[in-house]
């Protein structure tokens, strides 16, 4: 079974080839600028779902889509083809949510600047935790199992927050139900929610110490606010899209040639 998933890679980075995929590193540091839009206007972000539903983004693909037209000037889209969203499934072992496999077959990767998937990091971090899985099965946490953040969870957050303490989720070791999404440099990765009622959220973790680990929903657009870097305290989970936009919209407004200092 894990010889069949590192052939699966094998194939898939070789299709995707260098043009394709040749964008910038996802090891981005950390950003520590609040965004120009402040927090007005984010309040209706991923509204709790009912009961039986899952979130879904503020945004439809359409409108994001147009948006980035108009923010990317003359940077290329090149969707990803159908076959290998397939592939790229097949190598995490769980049918992608449905904002993220939408976004690919439109999208691709991303458009500058906006934040830009690396498939190639993905791939390569998919296969490495396989690996470490292997020699660890008793940490072992899956894609394809039930992702366990529940609105329980989300309620507890905002307590915490309204406590005045740090809202984040204790785990203990790897979250299971999410695949990885992106690196912002050191050990802070964004990972996707796979399925349940928060499927597409997207949520920080850090690689660290497995006895040490928690999450908390990713909000790359605020500011840091916490233990640390892209800690910014919000408590909501927030859908692919909405993320996506919300932190492309907070880059275009940078200055020329900004980018974010490195933090570790």
Request: hydrophobic content about 40%; aromatic content about 8%; overall charge negative.
């Amino acid at each position: 079974m894990h010889e069949q998933a590192v052939t699966a890679a094998d194939v898939f980075a070789k299709a995707i080839g260098e043009t394709l995929w040749n964008t910038p590193s996802s090891e981005d540091s950390c950003p520590t600028s609040r965004s120009p839009l402040g927090v007005s206007g984010i309040t209706d972000l991923c509204l709790p779902p009912r009961l039986g539903e899952t979130v879904r983004s503020n945004i439809s693909l359409d409108e994001l889509a147009a948006e980035l037209a108009r923010l990317s000037e003359h940077a290329t889209i090149t969707p990803l083809p159908e076959a290998m969203v397939d592939t790229l499934e097949e190598m995490i072992g769980a049918p992608l949510p449905e904002e993220l496999h939408s976004f690919l077959l439109r999208l691709g990767p991303g458009v500058a600047p906006g934040p830009l998937l690396s498939l190639d990091w993905i791939i390569e971090e998919t296969r490495y935790e396989q690996e470490g899985f292997l020699e660890e099965p008793g940490i072992a946490a899956h894609p394809w199992e039930p992702f366990p953040i529940s609105q329980a969870d989300v309620l507890r957050l905002r307590q915490l927050a309204d406590e005045g303490r740090n809202p984040l989720l204790a785990l203990g070791k790897p979250l299971p139900g999410t695949m990885f999404l992106r690196s912002h440099g050191c050990s802070w990765i964004s990972m996707l929610a796979m399925n349940g009622e928060f499927a597409g959220t997207v949520w920080l973790t850090e690689m660290g110490w497995v006895e040490d680990m928690g999450c908390w929903p990713s909000a790359p657009w605020l500011d840091a606010n916490g233990p640390g870097p892209l800690y910014s305290g919000w408590t909501e989970p927030v859908p692919f899209l909405d993320r996506y936009i919300r932190w492309t919209r907070r880059d275009a407004m940078r200055p020329q040639g900004w980018r974010r200092q490195q933090e570790c």
